[in-house]
């Protein structure tokens, strides 16, 4: 396993979260979905902060 650092920004108006949950919109786990996409790998995001629905992110670290 590694570690990779990735520092990213969003707009976060149609998504409830940060954190994935179940049947909602969330930014984790559209992340996590693009990741597999192109690498063909299952990950998993450990984000060192998140955000509340309809929140931007400026430079967010996960």
Avoid: P
């Avoid at 984790?28 to 955000?51: D, K, M, P, W, Y």
Wanted: net charge neutral.
């Amino acid at each position: 396993m590694r570690n990779i650092k990735l520092t990213i920004e969003y707009d976060g108006k149609d998504f409830n979260g940060w954190q994935k949950q179940k049947d909602k919109l969330n930014i984790q786990g559209e992340i996590e979905s693009a990741i597999n996409r192109i690498t063909g790998e299952t990950v998993e995001l450990n984000a060192s902060g998140r955000t509340d629905a309809g929140v931007h992110a400026l430079r967010a670290s996960c």
